[in-house]
């Protein structure tokens, strides 16, 4: 491992904190703005609508499966492949194999509804499976992107979920995630000049804990559904220090939703 990753990963891990097996129904979701469906009136969407409608779609899904493959440049290195599931009763699955900050392996976490279990080389992971699970991971799925999931689970670390303290003492975790990490300043973005793939790009900024943390744009196919981020995310230190961004590549090769 280079020097000073160690470093970089407990604040890549930090942001992540607190940030398929069955069909997802989203008991708790926040309670977002209800759009138009994006395949059905796509001119009408604005970059704010388009998020927000595939934030919808995916929360009110019976069962979501993500076919994934990321890779990340800066302060952390990363190439890697895996798939995420989410269904319900706090159902879940995330794997991920290849390279994350120059260590080869893999990680799994995974709910059976009960107990939740992930291991990660040596290092194991069991606890029951928090409340609000489902909401959270696809939240932070649109909001972050995967990656910040998938450092946790390197580390055999829970999802966001279980660590995020609400604002509210009354507020449901998923409530709490909602606030916790949110998009602004959405707007109209070109189209990956990495992927000369089509589709409509919209841009957003990350904001997490109240604070800016990084740009995204994510790439939206002709049915609304995500099929590219490309995202910069900021480590304290300022733009002047080395390595103190990270690049990520995230193309989701097959997004699968099932309705209820």
């Known amino acids: 491992m280079k020097p000073g990753y160690g470093a970089r990963l407990a604040v890549l891990a930090a942001l992540a904190q607190g940030c398929r097996p069955e069909p997802v129904v989203a008991t708790n979701s926040p309670a977002l703005p209800i759009v138009p469906d994006v395949a059905a009136t796509p001119t009408l ?3 704010e609508q388009a998020v ?3 934030e919808r779609r995916l929360l009110d899904a019976v069962r979501v499966q993500v076919v994934f493959a990321i890779e990340s440049h800066g302060a952390v290195e990363t190439k890697l492949r895996g798939i995420l599931v ?3 009763d706090h159902r879940m699955l995330l794997e991920a194999q290849g390279t994350f900050a120059g260590e080869v392996g893999g990680a799994r976490i995974e709910c059976d509804g009960t ?5 990660s080389g040596t290092a194991r992971l069991e606890m029951p499976c928090p409340s609000g699970l489902a909401p959270a ?3 932070g799925l649109v909001r972050m992107g995967v990656l910040h999931n998938i450092a946790r689970a390197w580390f055999a670390k829970p999802p966001e979920t279980s660590t995020i303290p609400p604002r509210d003492a009354t507020a449901a975790p998923a409530e709490a995630m909602d606030a916790w990490v949110t998009s602004a300043k959405h707007r109209p973005a070109q189209t990956a000049v990495s992927s000369g793939e089509g589709g409509t790009g919209v841009a957003f900024d990350i904001i997490v804990d109240g604070q800016p943390v990084g740009d995204t ?3 939206l196919d002709a049915a609304g559904l995500p099929t590219l981020r490309e995202q910069t995310v900021h480590f304290p230190g300022g733009p002047d220090a080395p390595d103190s961004e ?7 090769e097959s997004v699968e939703i099932t309705a209820r």
């Open 45 to 47: 969407q604005t970059p």
């Open 52 to 54: 927000r409608t595939l």
């Open 86 to 88: 989410v269904g319900p």
């Open 115 to 119: 107990t939740m279990r992930g291991r």
């Open 137 to 139: 991971l696809l939240l």
């Open 217 to 219: 744009m994510l790439l």
């Open 246 to 252: 990270m690049h990520v590549v995230e193309r989701y």
